[in-house]
């Protein structure tokens, strides 16, 4: 199952944006936080409970240069997955959206696709607008 989130513009560096998401401690800026709980982070590494008691842990995965940063799913997640965060710069802006990869069943898919396409697409506009 793939999904990408909205494609949004801010205007920074994808140098500075790159930065800021490396480290995974800034990834609860970006998370909506009437929706997780039990955020526990460190610099390459970070996991949290959403509505509905499900563990995600996400772990940095490499850089391809400042226009892609790469995070997986760590153990405690139900399913494996890989994020794609890809950053382009055009003239004085810079365009980015999330890219979802996961392996997961039919079943599964029916109940974790909308909330994940709307969590992805929270956290492009909460990046956004912190850059605004």
């Not at 995600?56 to 994020?83: A, H, Q, W, Y």
């Not at 909330?115 to 912190?130: G, R, V």
């Amino acid at each position: 199952m793939t999904i990408d989130s909205d494609k949004v513009n801010v205007t920074t560096t994808p140098e500075i944006i790159i930065n800021f998401l490396k480290d995974a401690n800034n990834l609860i800026h970006l998370l909506p936080q009437d929706n997780i709980s039990d955020f526990k982070s460190s610099e390459q590494e970070c996991s949290f409970k959403v509505q509905g008691g499900i563990t995600i842990s996400l772990i940095e995965d490499g850089t391809e240069g400042v226009e892609k940063l790469f995070l997986k799913s760590g153990e405690k997640s139900p399913f494996p997955f890989r994020l794609t965060i890809n950053i382009n710069q055009k003239e004085e802006i810079t365009e980015g959206y999330i890219h979802f990869d996961g392996e997961v069943n039919m079943f599964l898919k029916m109940m974790v696709e909308k909330p994940l396409t709307n969590l992805f697409n929270y956290m492009s506009n909460k990046l956004m607008e912190k850059y605004a």
